[in-house]
T-cell receptor, first 109, second 118 residues
Framework: LAKTTQPISMDSYEGQEVNITCSHN???????ITWYQQFPSQGPRFIIQ???TKVTNEVASLFIPADRKSSTLSLPRVSLSDTAVYYC??????????FGQGTTLQVKP | GAGVSQSPSNKVTEKGKDVELRCDPI?????LYWYRQSLGQGLEFLIY????????KSGLPSDRFSAERTGGSVSTLTIQRTQQEDSAVYLC????????????????FGPGTRLTVL
């Protein structure tokens, strides 16, 4: 499974757009890119998944360049409740997820 | 609908005792996973079930750890002769494998069981 690298922490203010970039240089041809969010004292929650180009849902957007060696999770107009740890994962199909350290996002008022 | 549930939510035990942690997956989900998360750390995979079989047990840290799943539903993670380093939050997740594409299954996590070994 491809290893991912993302910043350990980020700070932002309410109302700003936050972009978290993840690098996955060894991503395999069939791998998908998935992001999970984890609040304190809760299990992770799926946010978004993509294979290439751009994916958007009601929560976030995911930008994937043509070489797929990195991806960027974009959170529009964050609020205090978006303070959480965000995990980037790559893989395919059914099986274990490999979680790294994640990015701790702190949103300030 | 009901999500993944785990019990107990908290468990305090003494070193050397055995503990059992229970997971009730989302109804119909054939895949079930156990992870653990130590304080301030990422999630560590333990074991994966497809139905009642465990094709991947690679994450179990020692032979003190075992898990079973019955009826393709409830799973129990057992830790024998607990040690202080076993203290962590134990998370269970379930998923419904997507056959039509190669995308990664979405795993739905329970709230976890916080285990403290004194």
């Amino acid at each position: 499974l491809a290893k991912t690298t993302q910043p350990i922490s980020m700070d932002s203010y309410e109302g700003q757009e936050v972009n978290i970039t993840c690098s996955h240089n060894n991503i395999a041809t069939n791998d998908y890119i998935t992001w999970y969010q984890q609040f304190p004292s809760q299990g992770p929650r799926f946010i978004i998944q993509g294979y290439k180009t751009k994916v958007t849902n009601e929560v976030a957007s995911l930008f994937i360049p043509a070489d797929r060696k990195s991806s960027t999770l974009s959170l529009p107009r964050v609020s205090l409740s978006d303070t959480a740890v965000y995990y980037c994962l790559v893989g395919r199909g059914t099986g274990k997820l490999i979680f790294g350290q994640g990015t701790t996002l702190q949103v300030k008022p | 609908g009901a999500g993944v549930s785990q019990s107990p939510s908290n468990k305090v035990t003494e070193k050397g005792k055995d503990v059992e942690l229970r997971c009730d997956p989302i109804s119909g989900h054939t895949a079930l996973y156990w992870y653990r998360q130590s304080l301030g750390q990422g999630l560590e995979f333990l074991i994966y079930f497809q139905g009642n079989s465990a094709p991947d047990k690679s994450g179990l840290p020692s032979d003190r750890f075992s898990a079973e799943r019955t009826g393709g539903s409830v799973s129990t993670l057992t830790i024998q002769r607990t040690q202080q380093e076993d203290s962590a939050v134990y998370l269970c997740a379930s998923s419904l494998p997507v056959r039509s594409t190669g995308s990664t299954d979405t795993q739905y996590f329970g709230p976890g069981t916080r285990l403290t070994v004194l």
